[in-house]
């Protein structure tokens, strides 16, 4: 949970610290409260950056909880600690069934592209670019090429989910010989499909929580109050 405080807290100390003094100062004039001041101030203006750490931290959630899951419990008693991500390992490499893990990791690639599009909804979409022409192609295709060499799995793991299990082993063509989606109906119906996914979510928005309300406080704090030791404090963070 704490592996990663310090980046969030960064990234909230730097919206925070965006917030002008002028509008503190006033406030503090009108005999605002601290907590009126950190409600109706600084977190509206910060909302965006608030948002980016909340998705950041599901996300992170999601996948830093693999580690425990596998060294303590494998996932047991009967899928009860286990999540999606520890799912797919455990299909691919534990049972070798190669067409449920790929059907179970393109059903976890759909959860991440919905918040994905909730980060661009809300934190992206007021970011703009200024370049030059020649330069934005160029930026554009080096991004065209990162994509495709990313997607590159995916398309793989996508193929390999609509195959049989005896294709899957046998043939590396992209291109399934016999469309099935036994894979699919595998994932919904053999494994706790709706379990390991409301585990993934319990977790991470326990992790989400913790980080997001320590983070948001840590960097109030920093910003807004003086106190002895707050330069050391910062160093160790």
Not at 20 to 33: C, F, H, M, N, V
Not at 117 to 129: G, P
Not at 166 to 171: I, K, P
Not at 183 to 191: C, M, S, W
Request: charged share 15%; with cysteine.
């Amino acid at each position: 949970v704490l592996k990663s405080f310090g980046y969030n807290f960064l990234v909230l100390l730097s919206g925070m610290s965006s917030v002008s003094d002028e509008l503190i100062e006033a406030a503090k004039l009108e005999k605002t409260g601290h907590t009126k001041i950190f409600t109706g101030i600084v977190m509206p203006l910060t909302s965006s950056t608030a948002i980016y750490v909340l998705i950041i931290s599901i996300v992170q959630g999601m996948q830093y909880v693999f580690t425990p899951i596998k060294v303590l419990t494998q996932g047991g008693p009967n899928n009860a600690s286990s999540n999606i991500i520890y799912g797919v390992y455990q299909e691919a490499f534990t049972f070798y069934n190669t067409g449920k893990a790929s059907a179970l990791s393109i059903l976890t690639m759909v959860i991440f592209l919905i918040l994905l599009y909730l980060e661009f909804k809300y934190v992206e979409k007021e970011s703009t670019m200024k370049t030059e022409r020649r330069t934005e192609m160029i930026w554009h295709a080096v991004l065209i090429l990162i994509v495709f060499l990313s997607l590159c799995p995916i398309f793989f793991a996508l193929s390999t989910s609509f195959k049989t299990l005896n294709e899957a082993f046998n043939s590396s063509s992209l291109i399934p010989k016999e469309f099935t989606t036994a894979a699919y109906a595998n994932v919904l119906q053999k494994i706790p499909f709706v379990k390991i996914t409301a585990n993934t979510f319990i977790i991470a928005s326990i992790v989400t929580a913790f980080k997001l309300i320590t983070g948001v406080l840590a960097a109030y704090s920093f910003v807004f109050f003086e106190y002895k030791g707050k330069n050391f404090m910062y160093f160790i963070l």
